[in-house]
Every structure is written in C-alpha cells, then in structure tokens.
C-alpha cells in the first residue's frame, strides 16, 4: 500500500511542506545564479551592486532557512509517521506549518521591501540587507527578526509533533527498541531545541527590542557570539537528514541494506553531544575573545569529524552490499553495478561524494591556525555550496524523486529530465566551488559585490582569477539549471493526474546487524542531552561570563541602519 | 554490540587522524609560535571611535613608532573606508620590524586582512583587534574589508606599503614636516 493511501493527513502536511520548500528553493536559486553572474562581473544588468546584498540576503535566508526548515519538517514527518505506523498529531503539526509560514511571508516582506525602495513601515524602513548572519548594529526593520524568530518557534513545535508520537507509540510498545528513522528524528531535534536556544536569545532578547527602540545598545560581540552557538548546529540540523536518508533509504536504493543499526545511532547520538560545544571556530579571528577558548573548541570541533567519517564507512559498505547483491565482484568495479541511472540514487551518491570533499575543506576551516588564510574569503561559500548546498540540497531533491510519488500517489513525470538533474548539479557544483576555493586561497573575499579594488589586484596561487571567474559564472549557471529541471518535474508530478500503478516501493529492508544488537542505553534521552548541555556549560559558560561581566548591553552600539 | 571488524580499523584510524590534527595545530600555536588574535587588545566605546574621544592613538590613527624595532599601526574602520589604509593614505611600515595592527570599528562590524599574508581578523566595534606581524619583503600589499558592512561594502578596500628600513624614517619625517 502506498504512504498517501495508509498516511492520507501526513501525507497532506508533508505535501503542504515541500510545495513552499520548493517555493523558496525557486525563488533562492534565482537570486542565486543573478548572484553569480553579477560578482564575477560576467552580467550586472539585473540589480544596481548596493541592492546585490538584498538578494543575498534573500539568498541566505530563503535556501539555509526556509527550504531546509520546510523540506526537514516534510521529511521528518514522512519518517516519524511511517516508521512509527501511526497519522502524525495533526493539530500540533498543522499549527508549525502555520507559525513558521507566517514567519517565512514576514522576513521575506522586510528582506524585498529593500528592493522597492526601502518604505516606511510601523515607523522602521522597511528593508534586511543584513544577510543571513544579521550581525549587530547592522539593523533590519523588526519584521525581520520576529519572521526569523517564528520560523524557529515553529520548527520547535513541529518537533512536539514528533515527540508526542513516540509517547503513544512508547506506551503501547514499552518493550520495543525505538526505530531508527524516528531515533534519527528525535535526536535531531533534541540537538536543535538545544542550539536554537543561543539565536532566540539573541533575536528575542536583544534584537527585537533593540530593533523596536525599547533598549538602546546591544554589545555587537556578545550578540554575534549566541549567534555563531547556533550557527554551527544549525548545520547538523540541515546534515543530519541528509544522513538519515543515507542510512535508511539509500541502501535499498542500491539493491541492498544498512550495515549497521546500532553505528548508525552512535552517530546520532555522537552529533547531539559534540554539535553546539563548537561555535567558536567561526570566531577564531574574532577579539575579545580569550585564545584557550577557541582551543577548547577546536578540539570539540575535530572530535565532530568522528560521526563523519564512521557515516562514509557506513554508507559506502552499504552501497557495496547492496552493488555485491546485484551480482558485482571485484575491488572497485562493484561501483559500475550501482544503479546510476536511477535519479534518487544517483542524486543521494554524487551528494555524498561531494560532502567528502567538502569535509575535507571543512577541517581546514576547522583548524585554528590555518584559518587565518582562509577565514571571510570565497573558499568558505566554497565550502558550504559543497555542504548544506550540495549534501543536503542535493539529497533533498534526490529523495524527492523517491518519496513525492509516495505522498501524492503519482507517477514521477519527465524521468529523462530527473535522470540529468544530479549529474547536471554535480558538474556545476564542481566548476564554482573549485574555483570558489581557490579563489579563496587568492584572499578574494565573501560576500561581495564587486571583488575588485581600486588599490591594488588579487593573482591566483593556481590558476588565474579570470578563469576562476568564468567557472563560478558557469557553474552558478548549470546549478541554476539543475534547480529548475528539478522544479519542472516537481511541478509536473504534482499536477499529474493519479493513476497505473507507481514504480517506487516504499517498504525499508531490515539492516544487517539490527536493533537488537544495540545496547539499550542509547536509547536514554535524558542521559545523553544532560551529557551535551554539561559540555555546552564547559565551552561556553566561562567566555559568556566574562563577556557580560561588565553589563550584557556593554560594551553597546546603537542600531545603525544599512 | 555487534562491531564488524573493518569498522574497528576505521574507527581506530579516524580518531588516529583526529588527534593528529589536534596535535599538529597543538603543535603550530606552542612551537610555530602562531598566536590567535585574542582578548588582548581589551574594550573600547564605539561611540567615542566615532567622536574621536577615546584618548587612545585611535583619536588620531596613524603608525607610531615604539622603537626601532616595533611600529604600532592604530586603524580605525567605518563605513566604508580604513584609515589610514584606503584610498590615498595608505599604511606605511618598514621592512624587518615588528608591527602591531591595533584596529577598531566606529560603527558596523568590518573585516581586515591583508592579501598574501595571514594578517586576518574581524573588527567588532566595542573591542580592539589586535595581531604582530613582520613584513620581510617590501612592496604595496593588498587591505581589504571580509565583512559585509553596508551597501558600499565592496567599495572598502586600501593598501598597506612596505618600504626598506632604510628609506622609511626619511619617508616618516616628510610626512610630519608636511
């Protein structure tokens, strides 16, 4: 039986959630490839170089934001409710919806209202050219952050969701091992109630009534430090999905099954500990701040590479398994017996492929000495155009080949165009984050309208910076095409009618080393989230204290508008 | 629990390579003697960046020299220009000494670095930014703001010149008698 026939009101919802996930990875990758074509001076037409940070911004917020929010409360839906065979509560996941759409139509009004000249509004110019970092004093009119702030509200109560399932499951199965998707699921979210305490804090606190005029000063280092203690997890909130369909479904998607269950959830577990303790490697060069520690999370952030690489065994020995249950043999020529012309596989493999090469870069981000060549420069977009946008985007739009069928019931329309949209993302990814990269090397800048000075010319380490220039322009194209012959088939499959039977099967195989070898202790919520906030305590207690020592508004900027 | 044995060796061989990296930047910060920019450059108001009241060298920023040996360089960042750094003004140093960049923002959050070298930090307004370098070979060298800071933020660049030491004092008493 079909998820939509089994599951028809989550189904609803998970359509719901993906119909303005995909909204906003459309109107993303337009301000996108605008993006790309307007810093490498390839085309300028489109925007004046002042208004180019409003479509950043907009860049930001729309695609790390609001696509990976909506499209992980779809698929976490999908996972829950199907895993734990039970209709998610619907009033509870309805009213998320609600709350963070709300949000999402509010700071995307602020954040356009820039390109319509910036009116006033409630008494604030209506305008957010403060990226997605939004930085203190740089200040956004207030419908900004508190869109921001309901976008988080809401994710927290779509995880109500998802937690009061796994009671009533619990209370009718007390002896059963929780299952993996809906272990995967909760124990993301427990890592997100735990990292989003540091933005709405920061948005709810200090922000937002600064932003009002209630307070006057904000201190821009202490704002900016609950910033970054939310924006490194965040990045394990848009990973860890990607991880859980590279666990649960991309081993049946290659012919076989998963490894191992237990591994699986010692990585999960692995990632709520270490995840928060590490934010202050995105302030390594920032002062003010004592250098022991940043030392202390360095050493956090290192140890994080851990759930990484023992996920690459896993998912590779899977799809080897499942290469070998197709008949393959030999060393590596099992890899040509994969199934690559089967879009959700394909699309799910060249994502993990491309996160291993930005893992790689992502250590060097990591490493408190070398980031000082790197740190602000165009190699860290590099970097997470290979992470959030291509591991998480990538497998978002793979799995979407796999489950939409499942929610709506209906035959994936233009296979052909399905079957070239991975590897038409892979190559334009390829282009623009090489050259991305180096660039960075080159010491060109993020976030940047024109990267050229009056003063003086940047000279590439490897290559020139004119042909870096022409690859991230034509890379930021073909990813730009990927979006859309992804947005095509969507748009199609949704519209189509039901009808003949569909050609995906939904039912997961059992992993080859189950549950039940896993000891029950990793099934302890409470122990494992007192662990992660005890270390949370230890890296970030001390240099919190000492930056509020002398008052939390000191030392303060008033807003300054952009 | 049941752990196959090729996961083991992985196992082993990741948290082999953790700790190798660890050490190595460990090793980079104790023996290189690479120091992070850190709290030692203390607070500062704003504010009084902006009034130029701060009594500070930020009130006239410039190079001043300490000894022969070691410059000190103050710099203060604001929309959309460094000074001295941008435009005709740019950072004179010598050669061989030590130079230490204290650097602060009047307003926004800024960046400063400066190209082909690993002269790199944020600029936070309330705090001073501070980093030594020694520059071995002279030249003009490339500033540039890394932080969005505002609608003209890609317009915040300037240049730091590195002149033999022998040239510099006469270069330093020009500047003064003019």
Redesign the interface.
């Known amino acids: 039986m079909v998820y939509v026939d089994e599951y028809p009101k989550t189904s609803k919802l998970v359509r719901s959630e993906f119909i303005v996930a995909f909204g906003a990875l459309a109107i993303g990758a337009i301000f996108g490839v605008i993006q790309a074509l307007h810093r490498t001076g390839v085309f300028r037409g489109f925007v004046s170089s002042a208004d180019y940070y409003t479509l950043l911004t907009a860049h930001g917020v729309l695609l790390a934001l609001v696509f990976t929010t909506f499209f992980i409360a779809g698929l976490f839906s999908w996972a829950v409710s199907n895993s734990l065979e039970r209709e998610l509560p619907h009033r509870i996941a309805w009213a998320a919806f609600w709350v963070m759409l709300v949000g999402t139509v509010m700071a995307a009004v602020a954040i356009i209202g820039g390109l319509v000249g910036a009116p006033s509004i409630l008494g604030h110019s209506l305008q957010a050219d403060v990226l997605f970092t939004f930085y203190a004093p740089m200040k956004a009119h207030p419908a900004f952050y508190l869109g921001a702030a309901l976008i988080i509200v809401g994710s927290w109560v779509a995880g109500g969701a998802y937690f009061k399932s796994l009671w009533e499951w619990r209370s009718e199965n007390p002896d059963e091992r929780i299952p993996l998707r809906t272990f995967m699921v909760v124990t993301t979210m427990l890592m997100w109630y735990i990292s989003t305490i540091g933005v709405a804090v920061e948005v709810v606190v200090f922000l937002i009534p600064w932003s009002l005029g209630l307070i006057q000063n904000v201190d821009p280092l202490l704002t900016r430090t609950l910033f970054w203690y939310f924006g490194h997890p965040v990045v394990y909130f848009w990973l860890m999905p990607a991880y859980l369909v590279w666990y649960t479904v991309l081993p049946k998607l290659a012919g076989g099954r998963l490894f191992s269950d237990p591994l699986a959830r010692v990585v999960f577990v692995l990632f709520l500990l270490l995840s928060t303790p590490v934010g202050f490697h995105h302030q390594y060069v920032d002062p003010g701040i004592p250098e022991g520690f940043k030392f202390i999370a360095m050493t956090n952030t290192m140890f994080l590479l851990l759930p990484s690489l023992l996920t690459a065994f896993t998912v590779v020995a899977s799809m080897e398994h499942g290469a070998r249950q197709r008949g393959a043999t030999g060393y590596l020529s099992w890899l040509r017996n994969l199934p690559w012309g089967n879009p959700a596989f394909a699309g799910c493999a060249l994502a993990g492929l491309m996160f291993a090469a930005g893992g790689f870069s992502g250590m060097i981000n990591a490493g408190m000495n070398i980031n000082y060549l790197i740190h602000n420069t165009l190699w860290v977009p590099g970097h997470f155009h290979l992470t959030v946008g291509t591991a998480f985007a990538l497998t978002a739009m793979a799995i979407s080949y796999w489950l939409v069928p499942q929610i709506t019931g209906k035959k994936l329309q233009r296979r052909s165009l399905a079957v070239a949209q991975p590897y038409v993302w892979f190559i334009g990814m390829t282009l623009m984050s090489n050259a991305m990269h180096r660039a960075g090397l080159a010491g060109i800048p993020r976030r940047t309208a024109e990267p050229t000075y009056d003063e003086f010319a940047f000279e590439g380490v490897a290559g020139t910076v004119g042909e870096m220039r022409i690859q991230i322009a034509i890379g930021g194209f073909l990813l730009f095409v990927g979006a859309a012959l992804f947005l095509i088939v969507m748009a199609e499959t949704f519209l189509a009618r039901r009808g003949g039977t569909l050609s995906v099967n939904g039912t997961l195989p059992d992993p080859l080393s189950g549950a039940e070898h896993s000891p029950r202790i990793l099934d302890n919520y409470k122990l494992w989230t007192a662990i992660a906030l005890v270390l949370i305590v230890i890296a970030y207690g001390p240099p919190l204290a000492s930056m509020i020592a002398d008052g939390i508004t000191a030392p303060g900027s008033p807003p300054i508008p952009v | 629990?049941?752990?196959?044995n090729?996961?083991k060796v992985?196992?082993g061989v990741?948290?082999l390579?953790?700790v190798g990296?660890?050490a190595?930047?460990?090793y980079?910060?104790v023996g290189a003697g690479?120091?992070?920019?850190?709290?030692s450059?203390g607070?500062?108001?704003?504010?009084a960046v902006q009034s130029g009241e701060t009594g500070t060298g930020f009130d006239d920023p410039g190079v001043v020299k300490q000894s022969d040996d070691h410059y000190v360089v103050y710099v203060v960042a604001r929309?959309f220009q460094f000074s001295p750094g941008?435009?005709d003004n740019?950072i004179r140093v010598p050669a061989d000494a030590r130079i230490t960049f204290k650097v602060t923002s009047a307003?926004?959050?800024h960046?400063f670095?400066i190209?082909?070298t690993?002269?790199?930090?944020?600029?936070?307004?309330?705090?001073?930014?501070?980093v030594s370098a020694r520059f071995d070979e002279t030249g003009?060298?490339?500033?540039?703001?890394?932080?969005?800071?505002?609608?003209?933020?890609?317009?915040m660049?300037?240049?730091v010149e590195v002149v033999a030491p022998s040239n510099y004092t006469a270069q330093q008493s020009q500047e003064v008698s003019a």
Do not use: K, R
């Open positions: 629990m049941q752990v196959h090729f996961e992985w196992l990741a948290l390579l953790i990296f660890i190595t930047i460990a980079g910060s690479i120091s992070m920019v850190d709290d450059g607070t500062i108001s704003a504010q929309q941008s435009g740019p307003d926004v959050t960046g670095s190209t082909e690993n002269i790199n930090t944020m600029v936070i307004p309330g705090q001073v930014a501070e003009t060298y490339g500033l540039v703001c890394h932080e969005y800071c505002g609608a003209a933020h890609h317009t660049g300037g240049s």
